[in-house]
């Protein structure tokens, strides 16, 4: 990428500052090869490229057992949290832009608030407070109806019901933070996406004659979908990582797989580490591609609808966030 | 039922909850600096003039984006320390904090750096030519138009990052700390069970941290917007 043009920054550079720069690439080009250099020095120097730690990647079977089995968990844990989160997102987006106050400040409160709690203290709840809970409901007046939702629905996600205490698995209490965090961001990327279409789309529907669900289900969701996608598949980006999360209540995804159990056997901590790192760097690189291609896309397809970028963060809990932000 | 919603043992902790909470703070407060500095050297190397520090810049700001902090915080506290011996201090608690602190920053920088070049992008090219043409220099330029615009437009993303940074505590904590908040409701949940009144005591605690810093950086970046 040669920029001899102008930036906001630098003007073109005439002869002296073309000197001046490549005088710069010089020095910072040695100054980091030397940092390069002492890293590696200093790798070989504490033994960290000894041939039998680097040798367990190059066997079909560690990659089986561990890396790639680490990957199929990180999916799953990932695909089954990014349906809910969607759907969770659709449901309390759609609920915080409607008319009535009694649907719009219950959905705003449980977005804000989830919103604004930290992924991991969501997972502690899911994990640890139903086994303590669940047996003081069994008594009470609800005990039936717990036994039933989690017999008929949670045992989908591995949970289950013995004498009235719940056992939550790791992998459900993953998927569950997983929805309502991430549910909680989408639900703003949904508001904010339906109220960047410009008022007029609203109101011509309305004078058309449209209800109120024809108005937001023909004209404006598909305005704002359309609007809204690189923004979804960035945050989609994110699901993916926090599912990493899992190590920590020992769910058995990659960083558990890779970064704990392989080494245990292996003694290679440090390889392992950089083989995780460069599995989550390319399934993120490749889903934050398809954002780029979508952003691209759909900038041809509608040249009226500002896309909402899938860079720009959206704001965080509590910031006043308007549709203006979004535009 | 009633016992549900017993808080007696919230209220008889909360010195132990004022305590994790503080230690959150001091692990926010540092990272907060510390992130700025690191993010604002990875976004100078980014619009620098120089190929390679450009390069540079970009290829560090990916890897970080794209690594789950879990996995950075562990492989600090195992690979970096346990087994490279990078230590702080002989003292683990106090090495745990600052390798905590460390990932933590490096991670952060990353989203830093992004929003500050962000902001450096939506300033306009006609105020830097218009600059330009009136004789400024470089270091003018960049004093009196360049980066009062850009910090302005800058609040709102960077109050999001350090109002991430601040819920990532959690990460950083439960992998190489273990004193902060959500280490500490762990432990409380082990020692005297995982109820929902300890939970929403957090929940209250996290609440209290992050919702004033949005409404803060909400108001403060709607009043300095640049009216373009």
């Known amino acids: 990428m040669s920029r001899d043009e102008a930036t906001v920054l630098f003007d073109a550079p005439g002869p002296r500052a073309r000197r001046r720069n490549l005088t710069l690439t010089l020095v910072s080009a040695l100054v980091i090869l030397g940092l390069i250099a002492w890293i590696i020095y200093d790798l070989a120097d504490k033994g960290q490229f000894a041939g039998e730690l680097w040798k367990p990647f190059t066997q079909w079977d560690v990659w089986r057992t561990y890396f790639i089995q680490g990957t199929i968990n990180t999916l799953k844990a990932a695909a089954v949290g990014a349906v809910l989160a969607l759907l969770f997102g659709a449901v309390f987006g759609l609920a915080r832009l409607s008319d ?14 989830f919103r604004a709690m930290p992924l991991l203290i969501l997972i502690f709840l899911a994990f640890f407070v139903p086994a303590t809970v669940s047996p003081i409901i069994a008594d009470g007046p609800l005990g039936n109806f717990q036994r039933v939702m989690v017999e008929n629905v949670f045992s989908i996600f591995g949970v289950t019901i013995n004498n009235g205490t719940v056992t939550v698995p790791a992998f459900a209490a993953v998927v569950f933070g997983l929805t309502l965090y991430n549910g909680s961001v989408l639900a ?8 960047s279409i410009p008022r007029g789309q609203g109101e011509a529907a309305f004078a058309l004659g449209m209800r109120k669900n024809a108005v937001m289900r023909l004209v404006l969701l598909p305005q704002a979908v359309t609007a809204m996608l690189p923004a979804i598949v960035s945050q989609l980006v994110v699901l993916l990582k926090d599912t990493s999360l899992g190590y920590i209540i020992g769910y058995e995804d990659l960083t558990s797989y890779g970064f704990k159990i392989e080494p245990a056997n292996f003694h290679n901590l440090l390889q392992a580490a950089v083989v995780c790192a460069a599995i989550y760097i390319t399934i993120n690189l490749i889903v934050s591609r398809i954002a780029t291609w979508l952003e691209a896309r759909s900038r041809r397809s509608r040249k009226s609808i500002t896309t909402m970028s899938a860079g720009a963060s959206l704001p965080a809990a509590g910031m006043a966030s308007s549709g203006a932000d979004a535009a | 039922m009633g016992q549900l919603f017993d808080f007696t043992e919230v209220f008889n902790n909360l010195d132990k909850i004022a305590i994790s909470f503080w230690a959150t703070i001091r692990l926010a407060a540092v990272t907060a600096v510390l992130s700025m500095i690191l993010g604002t050297v990875w976004a100078s190397f980014r619009v620098s003039p120089t190929p390679v520090l450009r390069g540079v810049g970009t290829f560090v700001v990916n890897l970080l984006r794209n690594t789950p902090l879990t996995l950075l915080a ?6 970096l320390s346990d087994i490279l011996k990078f230590h702080f201090s002989e003292t683990p608690s106090v090495n745990g904090y600052w390798w905590a602190v460390t990932a933590l920053s490096v991670y952060t920088s990353a989203f830093v750096a992004e929003a500050l070049r962000a902001g450096i992008n939506t300033v ?12 400024l ?9 360049i980066l009062p615009q850009a910090f302005r437009s800058v609040i709102g ?12 505590t959690t990460i950083v904590g439960a992998v190489a700390y273990g004193v902060e908040a959500a280490s500490e409701m762990k432990a409380l949940f082990f020692d005297l069970g995982a109820t929902l009144p300890m939970f929403i005591g957090f929940a209250v605690g996290y609440l209290v941290l992050t919702l004033p810093a949005g409404f803060f950086f909400g108001w403060l970046s709607k009043r300095m917007a640049v009216a373009r």
């Not at chain 1, 703003?188 to 109220?195: D, L, P, S, T, Y």
């Not at chain 2, 562990?74 to 690979?79: G, L, N, P």
């Not at chain 2, 306009?124 to 004789?135: K, M, N, T, V």
């Not at chain 2, 220099?137 to 138009?145: G, P």
């Open chain 1, 100 to 113: 009535h106050w009694w649907i719009r400040v219950p959905a705003g409160a449980v977005v804000e608030f």
């Open chain 2, 124 to 135: 306009p090219l006609g105020q830097a030519e218009a600059a330009r043409s009136i004789g």
């Open chain 2, 74 to 79: 562990a492989f600090c506290i195992s690979a």
């Open chain 1, 188 to 195: 703003e990327v949904v508001r904010a996406g339906v109220q």
């Open chain 2, 157 to 168: 993303p960077l109050g999001s990052v350090l109002i991430a940074m601040i819920k990532n």
């Open chain 2, 137 to 145: 220099t470089f270091t003018q330029s960049l004093r009196m138009i």
